[in-house]
């Protein structure tokens, strides 16, 4: 009894009162006369493999067992004992399935759940030999006409051929009245196959089968007496790694159980892979801006130290650049999604620039954008580079020195998937054709523009203010 306690232990995240629990059924075993003909055994979850491991072994007390070497210890896997993970998963018994043991031999298993607060923690397994004629029964191809022919299964459903014929790729079965499977699709002994079952599994009762945990007299009486011979029980669940849709139908006609299962697990892998990415993408965004929020602490304790204005200028011009660019990459870093919303990002932008320096703590700042639009992650880092660069222009040439406040207004708006952000203030203007040669800032505008955004610049300017507008495709291709 101390294996039990010492494997689980090692083997499980079993509770102190579970172990006390499995011990109380080993006992229980071990004093039943009715188990004397027969190995049994009790299995648990291993969660380091997410297999079953064998905790204790019973040894039949009138005839030789079917083991030579001990087992306890040792794994048992899906693929040779699927009675041991249907029942841990659905908390129902496995009676008369087909396994094979550590030692390559077929046997019978009669898989009984140990429960624990509506959980099963373990399962008492009763093992006996498979003779070649019962061998012959499980493995036989018989009925291999019956559910390869689909034909023949849309004629068992009735009227509700419609409905099934449209989920052919799907598995297929039917139950008869005494909860026995006399029909399934090819789909059906597939999807068996893989969850591990041995052999033929026609002939075998419903709750060998059930995969929701489900019985059948339950799902019987919720099916078997409604007037409407439409009417099904849909559900979705997950058994052991797999991810299934099912549909149950009662067919009044054939008086029989029609189950539809289909697997669904490769979506669910594509989702959450889907997920997976957004999470490390949106972790990478984090990074990078915080690597970009160090470099501007650099660049501002290296302006500290310079003694020449116009180089303090230049490296608070670049300041102001990296921090449009880090902006966009905090709000990106909160987000799931590829899409940013436009006036968020456009907010935040504006909000650390302000913030900058007691220059631009000077300029007023209103934003008319779209609450609606959203764009991709390389055109909100376009977008903001450009805005900053024409709110650094505003404050270096817009206001002369002698004018303390001036106002800026920020629009955004989209028409049939053409977005349009325009930024316009009240400043003394300039000679659009005259402008400076080499001037980075406009140089800077007119690039991102043209070659990132592949859009259209607009500059309009009077001694009354400066309106600054571009569009481009909301879907541009990068």
Same mark, same amino acid.
């Given at each position: 009894?101390?294996?039990i ?14 172990i ?17 003909n027969y ?8 969660i380091?493999?997410n297999?079953?491991?064998?905790i204790y ?5 009138c005839c030789?067992?079917?083991?030579h ?10 693929? &040779?004992?699927p009675? +041991? ?5 659905t908390?129902? &018994?496995s ?14 298993q009669?898989?009984?759940?140990? !429960?624990? %607060?509506?959980? $099963?923690?373990g ?10 004629g019962v061998?012959?029964?499980f /493995?036989?191809?018989?009925?291999q006409?019956?559910?390869?022919d689909v034909?023949a ?10 409905t099934?014929?449209?989920q !052919? ?14 029909l399934?699709?090819?789909?059906? @002994? ?10 033929n599994?026609?002939?075998? $009762?419903y709750?060998n089968?059930s !995969?929701?945990g489900?019985?059948f ?9 409604? /007037? ?10 997950n058994y ?13 006609d054939?008086q029989?159980?029609v ?12 989702e959450?892979?889907?997920v997976s990415?957004?999470?490390?993408i ?10 970009l929020?160090? +470099? ?14 116009? $180089?303090?200028?230049?490296?608070d011009e670049?300041?102001?650049?990296i ?7 905090e ?5 799931l999604?590829?899409?940013?919303? !436009? ?5 935040l ?6 913030q900058l &320096?007691?220059?631009? /703590?000077?300029l007023?700042?209103s ?6 639009i959203v ?9 903001? @580079? ?8 505003i404050?270096?040439? $817009? ?19 053409? @977005?349009t952000?325009?930024v316009?203030?009240d400043?003394v ?11 980075l800032?406009l140089?800077i505008?007119?690039?991102?523009v043209k070659?990132k955004?592949?859009?259209?610049l %607009? ?11 571009f ?7 990068h």
């Amino acid at each position: 009894m101390n294996t039990i306690a010492e494997l689980c232990h090692e083997y499980t995240d079993l509770s102190e009162n579970d172990i006390i629990t499995l011990l109380i059924e080993a006992q229980r075993i071990e004093a039943n006369d009715e188990y004397e003909n027969y190995d049994v055994f009790i299995d648990a979850w291993n969660i380091f493999t997410n297999q079953a491991i064998v905790i204790y072994h019973k040894p039949p007390k009138c005839c030789q067992s079917l083991y030579h070497d001990t087992v306890v210890g040792k794994a048992a896997l899906r693929e &040779n004992e699927p009675g +041991v993970f249907h029942t841990l998963e659905t908390k129902l &018994n496995s009676v008369g399935l087909l396994a094979e043991t550590q030692e390559r031999r077929l046997i019978h298993q009669r898989i009984y759940p140990i !429960l624990r %607060k509506e959980q $099963a923690i373990g399962v008492t397994i009763v093992e006996s030999d498979v003779s070649a004629g019962v061998l012959q029964d499980f /493995q036989g191809t018989t009925c291999q006409s019956t559910y390869d022919d689909v034909s023949a299964t849309i004629k068992m459903f009735g009227h509700l051929d419609t409905t099934i014929t449209d989920q !052919l790729a799907d598995a297929i079965l039917v139950f008869d009245q005494t909860k026995h499977l006399v029909l399934a699709n090819k789909a059906a @002994i597939q999807l068996y196959h893989q969850l591990g079952y041995l052999g033929n599994i026609m002939g075998l $009762a419903y709750e060998n089968l059930s !995969l929701d945990g489900s019985q059948f007299d339950e799902t019987l009486k919720q099916l078997q007496f409604s /007037q409407d011979s439409q009417q099904s029980l849909a559900k979705s669940f997950n058994y052991l790694s797999y991810y299934f849709k099912e549909r149950k139908f009662w067919n009044h006609d054939s008086q029989q159980l029609v189950v539809l299962i289909q697997d669904r697990t490769d979506i669910k892998v594509k989702e959450a892979e889907i997920v997976s990415k957004s999470v490390a993408i949106r972790e990478v965004n984090h990074r990078i801006k915080n690597n970009l929020q160090s +470099v501007i602490s650099l660049l501002r304790i290296q302006q500290r130290r310079l003694a020449d204005d116009e $180089a303090r200028k230049v490296l608070d011009e670049s300041i102001s650049r990296i921090m449009a660019i880090a902006s966009t990459y905090e709000l990106m870093s909160k987000q799931l999604e590829d899409q940013t919303n !436009l006036k968020a990002a456009m907010q935040l932008l504006v909000s650390h620039f302000v913030q900058l &320096n007691e220059r631009n /703590q000077e300029l007023k700042v209103s934003m008319d954008v779209d609450p609606g639009i959203v764009v991709d992650s390389d055109q909100i880092v376009t977008i903001s @580079i450009i805005i900053n660069e024409v709110l650094q222009n505003i404050v270096s040439h $817009a206001f002369p020195d002698s004018q303390k406040t001036g106002s800026v207004k920020i629009a955004g708006q989209i028409n049939h998937e053409i @977005i349009t952000i325009m930024v316009k203030d009240d400043g003394v203007g300039f000679d659009v054709n005259h402008t400076r040669s080499g001037s980075l800032g406009l140089t800077i505008i007119r690039n991102y523009v043209k070659d990132k955004l592949l859009g259209q610049l %607009k500059i309009e300017s009077s001694s009354s203010g400066t309106c600054i507008s571009f569009s481009f495709d909301q879907k541009t291709q990068h």
